[in-house]
């Protein structure tokens, strides 16, 4: 319990000191000569995502998830709300997003009440370990690049399960492990990214299943997001000046040094990805699929 508490106020400073936030997101829009009295989503869609593969790959997770106008969907650790405003804004369905850095979670609020998304969004800040929804709530699940924070996948697909309807969908893409990652690789990327363990594909899919899911389908993303990651870094190192403006010189540097090793070792086959979209099937689901092992 206290380690968990000490790995998750670790996720809170690594967002509390990311150089994608509110402040930098503004200082981009106003660079563009955008009014921010007149924000829109339209406007706004184009800076608030944090994952790999931009708007496309949400396009992407939402179409393969069924998402349609009438469903609730959760997002499961939904930083500064980017996918849960787009797909609401383009489906016209409800999105509730979690997420456990309470910066992001005010930040999520905020710029959703700034292009007028507030009555179809809307935000919890909490631990994605431990939702607070009732059984059967949402219609769909996503998550895009976050469940490589969270430390237990056994329960957190579980709670993922528990909340979705009998028939709905969890559909997420997460950064995965391979058998060449190292336990030294390993260490550093709890330190500095932390990412307390990874999961691979069949890890998933076998938690999916105990979780009381079918699997329909998955894809590596391995080798598209190893040159999404090397673009990344670039961007990174665009925003190196503003980082330290806004977080010290040292953090800046500690930021440099552990993206260029995340995406060295996608480079060399050590770290992956994929997109998973499985269906709730109709029986019930164990509480904690570890109790099944
Ligand atoms: C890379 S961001 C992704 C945000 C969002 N998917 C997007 O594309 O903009 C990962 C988010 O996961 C959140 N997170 C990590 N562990 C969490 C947990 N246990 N519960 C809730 N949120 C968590 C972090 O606070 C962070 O905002």
Known sequence: MAEHQDHLASVVTYYDTHPIN??????????RGIDLDHLTEDLLKDYDQDHFGGLQATDVLAAKAGIKKEHHVLDACSGMGGPARYIAHRIGCRVTGIDCTESRYLSAIKLSKLVGLETLVNFVHGDALDMPFEENSFDAVIAQEAWCHVPDKARLIAQCARVVKPGGVIAFTDIL????????DMRRLRSEMTFPELET????ARLLELSGCTLLEHDDLSNVWTKVLEDRLLMYRTLAEETERNFGAERAREWDDAYAFFVSR?????LG????????????VLEDAEEAL
């Open 22 to 31: 509110e402040q930098q997101i503004m200082h981009a829009l106003r660079a």
């Open 177 to 184: 492990c391979t058998d060449k990652l190292s336990n030294g």
């Open 201 to 204: 594909i069949s890890g998933y």
């Open 266 to 270: 996608f480079r060399q086959g050590r």
């Open 273 to 284: 990805g994929a997109r998973f979209i499985a269906r709730r099937d109709r029986g019930p």
